[in-house]
């Protein structure tokens, strides 16, 4: 049976553009970035081109591009950075109940620590409304941070509304656009955002490699301290090989063409299924506001895991798992409040540049025979 993989969300494949880039780098240069030789010399050069690639996506300057090791530590450096930045005044922070584990536990650190934290909720379909983000803000707020694109249900948030109201208070905005990145628009300026987070796996470059924007003028206290890389925020050898992985996956990024594809794809099996099972399937997260990639529903009367077991073959993955017997529900399905015994039945369909029509009439195919089985 073939193997279909629809679970790009989860991670993303290399690009074969990708891996070309970085073969070429074992040719070109094997030099610390920081030597002073010709190797070093080399080797910096690919480190700065990457860093203006990444630039060049998110629209901003080379030298607010803090190369990391991914999108948790790059969430983790925005969040305690500021914070141990803020110094010993009271801290608040606001973030949403629906945020990536990477935001959530840090802010749950950060709480010992003695910051309090503010969560707001969403609505039915996983959106913020910004006027509880304005009621929630007060004189010691000093961060607010809000992914631009949820992992699981694909809900784009109202990131440029938000960021207007942080600018009326003067406090900085950071943004998880580890999903968004290379699927949507992520331009600093248009989202009006002081620090965003990408991820190289999430954007068809190599797992381990992850870059934070910070905008001009916003402190950061370093999380590893060291040699003083990455101008004093990241120490570390740098790595040119992973670097120019995630420059040239942002490069290919830019152009957004396939989406448009694969919503045309994404829609055609939300409607196919809808067709079939009427109101035994749910849509989960917003109609139009939307990751054009990604489709979650329910399927009334089973649950998401016997499915994925049922599915043999077909990547996807479930809003709910299993531990012992017991149903673990996703904290998203729960914060946007779905009913249990619907969110049990919740499967994330999320397709990539390679999805194919012919991979979507299959798995159209293989649901509806697991459905009536």
């Not at 968004?180 to 628009?185: L, Q, T």
């Not at 694969?262 to 196919?272: F, I, K, M, T, Y």
């Not at 329910?298 to 299993?322: H, N, P, Q, R, W």
């Amino acid at each position: 049976m073939k193997q279909i993989y629809l679970d790009f969300n989860a991670t993303t494949p290399i690009d074969p553009r990708v891996a070309q880039a970085m073969r070429d780098v074992f040719k070109e240069s094997h030099g610390n970035p920081s030597s002073a030789h010709w190797a070093g010399e080399s080797a910096r050069r690919l480190l700065e081109r990457s860093r203006l690639q990444v630039a060049a996506m998110l629209g901003c300057e080379s030298d607010e591009i803090v190369f990391t090791g991914g999108g948790s530590e790059a969430n983790n450096l925005a969040l305690k950075g500021l914070y141990f930045a803020h110094g010993s005044r009271p801290a608040h922070i606001i973030t949403s109940a629906i945020e990536h584990p990477s935001i959530d536990a840090p802010t749950r650190f950060l709480e010992r620590l003695g910051a309090r934290i503010t969560r707001i909720g969403v609505d039915g379909a996983g959106r913020v409304d910004p006027d509880d983000l304005r009621r929630a803000i007060t004189r010691d707020t000093m961060l607010i941070t809000l992914m631009h694109a949820n992992n699981e249900v694909g809900t784009i948030q109202p990131i440029e509304e938000c960021a207007r109201i942080a600018r009326e208070y003067g406090v900085p905005l950071h943004t998880d656009a580890a999903q968004s990145a290379g699927k949507i628009p992520t331009r600093v300026d248009a989202l009006g955002v002081d620090l965003l987070t990408i991820a190289g796996h999430k954007l068809y470059a190599p797992k381990g490699v992850g870059a934070l924007y910070v905008r001009r003028g916003v402190q950061l206290e370093a999380l590893i301290h060291g040699g003083g890389q990455e101008s004093g925020r990241r120490a570390g050898t740098e790595s040119a090989l992973l670097a120019t992985g995630l420059g040239s996956a942002c490069e290919l990024g830019q152009d957004l063409a396939w989406t448009h594809r694969a919503r045309e794809l994404r829609d055609q099996l939300g409607n196919s299924l809808r067709d079939r099972l009427g109101d035994r399937v749910n849509l989960n997260g917003h109609p139009e506001h939307r990751l054009p990639n990604t489709l979650n529903m329910s399927f009334s009367g089973y649950k998401g895991a016997e499915m994925l077991a049922a599915l043999d073959g077909i990547a996807v993955s479930t809003g709910s798992a299993c531990h012992s017997g017991d149903t673990e529900l996703s904290p998203v399905l729960r914060a946007m409040r779905v009913p249990e015994e619907i969110a049990v039945g919740a499967v994330r369909f999320s397709l990539g540049r390679s999805t194919t029509p012919e991979e979507i009439d299959e798995t159209i195919d293989r649901l509806g025979t697991v459905l009536k089985g």
